[in-house]
């Protein structure tokens, strides 16, 4: 079997003074797709992000593509959703903008040619907002906000996407568009790990769930059956962001 794309082995990091992983073995293998689940606060998105660089281990280790994270450079074969809350920043931009910035780390120069802007067209057209692209994002809801940042993250190709709640606070429609733009990624063999709440209308494309409690793997193996996290013993996770359904929180603002 070729080497795992993505692979932590005894992974511990702390934020602020608290151990938030404590040794956490997660290894997914090409076109995968594979489902961190847990309560709340169990180190999910901290996994996620150690993944990606953006929380240093403070021991165990990453390897992505078969390379040492802090020797990998080849960022554009990934492409990242970070969980909604954390995308905020206030500048106004247009669907087309924010996407186009998913492709930047495939243009030469920082400048998108024919072929980068027509897989930019691609990516917004994949998430069904073509109508829209011209839209600053401010104007849109939650759901399609959440679209956005998944064809920014589609927009560079990637052959592993990394998405971290991907459908909380997003609208069935929307919902049912992310399913589907998922089920096309995944035909095509990208490779997937995902932060769920639980697996809802992704559970027919999970391989593996992988489960985290108080930073430690407690399960690892096939997807709990039916009503996803909440069959697990132990269940505790809250759904924060149910109740911003209907704000326009946002992406930019
Ligand atoms: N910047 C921070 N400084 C200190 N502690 C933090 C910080 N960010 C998160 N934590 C704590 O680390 C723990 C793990 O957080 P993390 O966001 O990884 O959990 P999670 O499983 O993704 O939770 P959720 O389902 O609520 O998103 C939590 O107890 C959280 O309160």
Redesign the pocket.
Same mark, same amino acid.
Request: glycine share 20%.
């Given at each position: 079997m070729s080497e795992p794309v993505i692979s932590l082995r005894g992974a511990q990091a702390s934020?602020?003074s *608290?151990p938030?992983l404590r040794g956490v073995d997660l290894s997914v293998e090409r076109g995968e797709v594979v489902a961190l689940l847990?309560?709340?606060?169990?180190?999910?998105?901290?996994?996620v *992000?150690s993944v990606i660089g953006q929380v240093p281990l403070t021991s165990g280790t990453i390897t992505l593509f078969g390379t040492e994270l802090r020797r990998f450079r080849r960022w554009s074969r990934i492409g990242y959703v970070p969980?909604r809350t954390t995308a905020a920043s206030g500048v106004p931009a247009t669907v087309r903008e924010v996407v186009s910035s998913g492709r930047l780390s495939r243009a030469r120069l920082g400048l998108l040619s024919r072929t980068d802007r027509a897989a930019v067209d691609r990516a917004i057209e994949l998430v069904g907002l073509t109508d829209r692209a011209r839209d600053s994002v401010n104007a849109l809801s939650g759901g399609q906000h959440q679209r956005v940042l998944i064809a920014r993250a589609l927009a560079c190709e990637p052959e592993l996407l990394i998405m971290?709640?991907p459908m909380a606070g997003v609208d069935l429609v929307s919902q049912e568009i992310l399913a589907g733009t998922l089920r096309e990624q995944v035909a095509a063999g990208t490779t997937v790990l995902l932060?769920l709440?639980e697996l809802g209308a992704l559970e027919p494309l999970i391989d593996r769930a992988v489960v985290?409690r108080d930073?430690c793997v407690v399960h690892d193996g096939p997807p709990p059956q039916a009503v996803g996290q909440h069959a697990l013993p132990g269940h505790d996770?809250v759904h924060?962001h149910a109740a911003d359904e209907s704000l326009r929180t946002g992406l930019l603002t």
């Open positions: 934020l602020g *608290r938030v847990g309560a709340n606060g169990s180190g999910k998105s901290t996994a *992000r969980q971290d709640e932060v709440h985290l930073g996770h924060p």
